[in-house]
């Protein structure tokens, strides 16, 4: 097992201590969940949300389109970064996650996904059920490679990142009857925190004793949401965000009552609203000029393949001031600014 050392940030707009370098014991970082932490699953199944043609990745190593949905690096490629760990650990589905690269993790998320299998199921994308499953086809695979003990002790030392939600709210519940006129957003915030804490005891009986749980991101702010909800304004959609803060609350209590429950099962709340909330609505106090209009194309309705590809126009040529480099997705700068606001929380979980 490798000691990994983790160079903490000082935390984002808020007076706290610079942590120190803490020797933790993670060998393995695995990753479930949506857009924010998928480094290319969904390049190899049959749906439409892929990101794998420029401009997506033109500033990524390389200058390549991985399938991040991204102009570089995500969320889970800056946690591994702060982690010791040379690369992101593969997505499953690719060819790299095979052999001694399964030592290091593999990524099982899907770009657009959400915690509700229906959410997933619209866009022919990976549920988090299914996610699972692959997760354990995962350790099948490792104990081939490493052994029952060694498999084992990678399995519960290792580092679980869990990231959705967000589009079981804005691509389900609000374009969907079925959903909202028959479940108030208070009922469906629920069905989600249910789904959220069933699928953290899942991975806790399969092994997993380190767990960090995203929120979910101030998805009134996104360029598209201000473009279509908007009407005309050109800040954040308040009823959207009131919508992301109920579900975030709920998410929050029921973390810290399952964390009482299992005595032995390291579990953190990591909260990306409030970075993203702060770029949105004062970029300047970090260095950025732009949060109304995403980098790719005209920056309103651009995203995925079908719009923000290489036949966009007007594709900013400097990513580094804007806050979303698509109309759904944070910028590289913007992902950096996100990954140092948790970094202590990561800390908790790993030291």
């Not at 892929?50 to 390389?62: I, M, Q, S």
């Not at 208070?186 to 925190?193: E, G, N, P």
């Not at 360029?223 to 992301?244: E, M, Q, R, W, Y």
Request: neutral net charge; glycine residues 8%; contains cysteine.
């Amino acid at each position: 097992m490798k000691v990994r050392c983790i160079l903490l940030l000082a935390v984002f707009l808020v007076a706290r201590p610079t942590a120190d370098c803490t020797k933790g014991s993670v060998p393995a970082i695995m990753f479930f969940g949506d857009s924010l932490v998928d480094v290319g699953n969904n390049d190899y199944i049959h749906t439409i949300v892929k990101a794998n043609l420029p401009p997506y990745g033109r500033d990524f190593e390389g200058n390549v389109a991985t399938g991040r949905f991204c102009n570089g690096m995500l969320l889970s490629d800056m946690i591994g970064e702060k982690l010791g760990f040379s690369s992101s650990p593969p997505a499953y589905l690719s060819p790299q996650a095979a052999g001694t690269n399964l030592l290091n993790g593999a990524n099982f998320a899907s770009a657009g996904s959400g915690y509700y299998d229906p959410t997933s199921l619209m866009y022919g994308l990976i549920p988090l059920s299914q996610q699972l499953k692959n997760f354990k086809e995962y350790i099948s695979k490792l104990v081939a490679v490493a052994g029952s003990s060694q498999a084992q002790s990678i399995i519960s030392d290792s580092l679980y990142i869990l990231s959705s939600g967000s589009n079981d709210f804005a691509f389900n519940y609000y374009i969907n009857p079925l959903l909202y006129k028959t479940l108030t957003t208070d009922h469906f915030a629920d069905l989600l925190v249910g789904i959220s804490i069933r699928t953290v005891t899942q991975l806790y009986g399969m092994g997993a004793r380190r767990i960090g749980v995203f929120s979910v991101p101030p998805f009134g702010c996104f360029p598209l949401a201000i473009t279509v909800f908007g009407f005309g304004s050109s800040k954040c959609v308040p009823g959207l965000n009131d919508d992301a803060l109920r579900l975030n609350k709920k998410l929050n209590a029921a973390i810290d009552l399952l964390s009482k429950q299992l005595h032995d099962l390291k579990i953190e709340f990591l909260d990306i609203y409030t970075p993203v909330y702060i770029l949105s609505t004062s970029p300047g106090s970090q260095g950025f000029t732009e949060t109304r209009r995403a980098c790719c194309g005209t920056g309103t309705v651009e995203s995925t393949i079908l719009l923000c590809n290489p036949k966009s126009t007007g594709t900013c040529p400097n990513a580094t001031t804007y806050v979303y480099w698509d109309v759904l997705h944070p910028s590289e700068a913007a992902n950096k600014v996100i990954v140092d606001s948790f970094a202590q929380s990561i800390n908790q979980l790993v030291i």
